[in-house]
T-cell receptor, first 112, second 112 residues
Framework: DTAVSQTPKYLVTQMGNDKSIKCEQN?????MYWYKQDSKKFLKIMFS???????INETVPNRFSPKSPDKAHLNLHINSLELGDSAVYFC???????????FGSGTRLTVV | GNSVTQMEGPVTLSEEAFLTINCTYT??????LFWYVQYPGEGLQLLLK?????DKGSNKGFEATYRKETTSFHLEKGSVQVSDSAVYFC???????????FGGGTRLMVKP
C-alpha cells in the first residue's frame, strides 16, 4: 500500500489551461503539504493543512488553490497555467514535530 | 526566519570513500533536524533525524549529530557505495512542526 499517493505522475499541458493534482495519504496523519521543486532541485513549501484547515500559505500566486475535503486528501488546482509553473510538485504528510514527512513520488508538470 | 545551508554539489567520490556533506542552520527555539535522500525520478525519503542537541541520527551507515553550539548537522558515511548516488537534503522542522525548511540539496555521485 502506497502511504502517500499523488496523481498524475506526469502532466503535460498548454499555457492557459487549468489542471488539478490529487493527493491521498493512508497514514492517519493530521498534516498535509504541497511543495514545489524547481529544476535546480530547490524545494519550497506552498501550502500546509492541518485537519482540513489551512495553516501555511506561502507566497504563491492566487492561481494555485488547495482543497482538503478531509484530512486524508489534499488536492491542488492550478488555473491559467504559465510556463514558469513547470516543476515537480510533491505532496507530503506528517504527524507531529518529530516524525518527519512522508512524501509522495511527485507530479512532473510541464507547461508548453 | 528559519534557514538551512548545505554545501553545493556535485560531490563526486570513488566507491568506499568517506563522505561528509555539511549542513548548518539558523532557527529560533529548538528545531528538529532531518536528512532526506532523493533517488533519481523518486520522491524524498527520510534518511535520519535528530530531535534535540547532541542526538545522533543514524541509518544505512549514514549518521549525523545535532550540534547546537555550531548549529550544524553534518551527514557522514564511512564507505560510500555506487547505490548511494542521489541528492541529499538537510532540513529542519519549526517548533510547531508546521513546516519543514530544506537546504538546497547536494548531489552525490559515487563512481565504481
Amino acid at each position: 500500500d502506497t502511504a502517500v499517493s499523488q496523481t498524475p505522475k506526469y502532466l503535460v499541458t498548454q499555457m492557459g489551461n487549468d489542471k488539478s493534482i490529487k493527493c491521498e495519504q493512508n497514514l492517519g496523519h493530521d498534516t498535509m503539504y504541497w511543495y514545489k521543486q524547481d529544476s535546480k532541485k530547490f524545494l519550497k513549501i506552498m501550502f500546509s493543512y492541518n485537519n482540513k484547515e489551512l495553516i501555511i500559505n506561502e507566497t504563491v500566486p492566487n492561481r494555485f488553490s488547495p482543497k482538503s475535503p478531509d484530512k486524508a486528501h489534499l488536492n491542488l488546482h492550478i488555473n491559467s497555467l504559465e510556463l514558469g509553473d513547470s516543476a515537480v510538485y510533491f505532496c507530503a504528510s506528517s504527524q507531529g514535530k518529530h516524525g518527519g514527512y512522508t512524501f509522495g513520488s511527485g507530479t512532473r508538470l510541464t507547461v508548453v | 526566519g528559519n534557514s538551512v545551508t548545505q554545501m553545493e554539489g556535485p560531490v563526486t567520490l570513488s566507491e568506499e570513500a568517506f563522505l561528509t556533506i555539511n549542513c548548518t542552520y539558523t532557527a529560533t527555539g529548538y528545531p528538529s533536524l532531518f536528512w532526506y535522500v532523493q533517488y533519481p525520478g523518486e520522491g524524498l525519503q527520510l534518511l535520519l533525524k535528530a530531535t534535540k542537541a547532541d542526538d545522533k541520527g543514524s541509518n544505512k551507515g549514514f549518521e549525523a549529530t545535532y550540534r547546537k553550539e555550531t548549529t550544524s548537522f553534518h551527514l557522514e558515511k564511512g564507505s560510500v557505495q555506487v547505490s548511494d548516488s542521489a541528492v541529499y537534503f538537510c532540513a529542519l522542522s519549526d517548533n510547531a512542526g508546521n513546516m519543514l525548511t530544506f537546504g538546497g540539496g547536494t548531489r552525490l555521485m559515487v563512481k565504481p
